[in-house]
């Protein structure tokens, strides 16, 4: 997953519309009634010329005094401003926000968690009407979202769950745990999975989850193995290293380093004499590329029928050339333009009087409460849709461009 880490229960386990405003325009309505005035005939002498005349003089406005007032100030607080997704996702909200005439802040933190609190402090003295909010940490927040909290403040958590607080009043993020099933789906397909059942065969798989302090990484594991879990029961599907928990399949802060080093000692140990999984599942797209060279440095290649089928996740649009390569039989891609999107139509829902729409109140607990929450769903790729998703692509390419 290609995001900061967040803080999570381990034990929480299994489980676009627009809207736009204008405002009456006081010069235009006198105007009106004075000439109905004159159509009537009760007039007290003045021509329509000099009519217009005194009204320009007693009711005009200047072009700067007809400007719409914005609707309100929103905050975006993200971790750090220079890395991805981040700086993008505090461009698409801005942008956005401001399209519903809304007065945006952008503030990021450069991944300083203190520095993110004295922000949130100061925007405590000024006329905030929501905070939308990325957390550098996600468990350092709960007693200055308590002052937010008594201010009335809605906050609006993007992503990444704060942790230990009843501050939040939205969160928007991914489904990881339906993404995790679609995976898990794709494999029992690809690997015929049923096939080898009724014929009484087995084939082996490993794991490289996300961090095993990101709740979405968990969620995603636990989607996965939902649908893989008969298959291992019956010993269909058999992990031959063991580590088929997240507490020992989850990569810590997604380093790559690690992915590469566990799988060359799964090769060295667990699999010998040339051999390797038959499936490799991965939970975040580096995790993927880290296999991938361990194989290649193996001399196993990406084009025989050695190689294993290694499923990847959060693939970006330019990650989608190993797909076409052939040596990542899919990956699902999370379009983050979307999730914007539902955030800030959820603001401004919600700072217009009405109840935003949230499609999940069940599994996104963060200690304190169940957090009301809107889930956007990611889009598996693979050979059969892999020109779609490239073609989209370029589209937006030359969009940009034009």
């Not at 009760?42 to 000099?50: I, V, Y």
């Not at 957390?135 to 809605?154: C, F, N």
Request: hydrophobic share 35%; aromatic share 6%.
């Amino acid at each position: 997953m290609r995001r900061k880490t967040a803080g999570i229960l381990l034990g929480a386990a299994l489980s676009a519309a627009a809207f736009a405003g204008c405002g009456s325009n006081d010069a235009t309505e006198a105007a009106r009634e004075s000439a109905e005035t004159e159509q009537e005939g009760t007039g007290e002498g003045e021509t329509p010329a000099e009519e217009e005349e005194a009204v320009k003089e007693e009711g005009e406005e200047s072009p700067d005094q007809e400007e719409e007032q914005p609707a309100g100030r929103v905050a975006v607080l993200l971790p750090d401003g220079n890395q991805e997704p981040w700086k993008s996702d505090g461009e698409t909200l801005k942008t956005l926000l401001e399209e519903k005439n809304y007065q945006v802040t952008v503030e990021e933190a450069s991944g300083d968690a203190s520095r993110q609190l004295s922000q949130i402090e100061a925007h405590l003295e000024e006329d905030l009407s929501a905070m939308i909010l990325v957390p550098a940490d996600s468990y350092g927040l709960t007693d200055v979202l308590a002052r937010v909290k008594e201010q009335g403040i809605p906050v609006f958590d993007f992503d990444e769950l704060v942790m230990n607080t009843n501050a939040l009043d939205y969160y928007i993020t991914f489904d990881c745990r339906a993404m995790g099933q679609t995976v898990g789906e794709e494999i029992v397909k690809a690997a015929e999975l049923e096939k080898r059942r009724e014929e009484q065969q087995s084939c082996t798989i490993e794991f490289f989850m996300g961090s095993t302090d990101d709740m979405d990484a968990l969620f995603f594991f636990n989607g996965v193995k939902e649908i893989l879990k008969p298959y291992m029961e019956d010993g269909t599907l058999v992990c031959l290293s063991g580590q088929d928990s997240f507490e020992e399949a989850g990569v810590l802060g997604q380093e790559e380093e690690a992915v590469r080093k566990r799988m060359t000692e799964l090769l060295e140990t667990t699999y010998q004499n040339g051999d390797r999984p038959d499936i490799i599942c991965t939970g975040f797209q580096e995790a993927a590329g880290a296999v991938y060279q361990v194989l290649q440095q193996k001399q196993i290649s990406a084009y025989g029928e050695s190689w294993p089928l290694i499923t990847g996740f959060d693939c970006q649009k330019e990650d989608l050339e190993g797909i076409e390569e052939g040596w990542l039989s899919c990956s699902v891609f999370l379009d983050r333009q979307e999730l914007a999107a539902a955030c800030a139509d959820m603001v401004d829902i919600l700072l217009k009087g009405e109840t935003p729409e949230v499609s999940d109140y069940s599994q996104y607990d963060n200690g304190v409460k169940i957090i009301a929450t809107r889930t956007c769903t990611g889009k598996l790729v693979n050979q059969d849709n892999l020109k779609e998703m490239q073609g989209q692509e370029q589209g937006e390419e030359t969009e940009k461009t034009e």
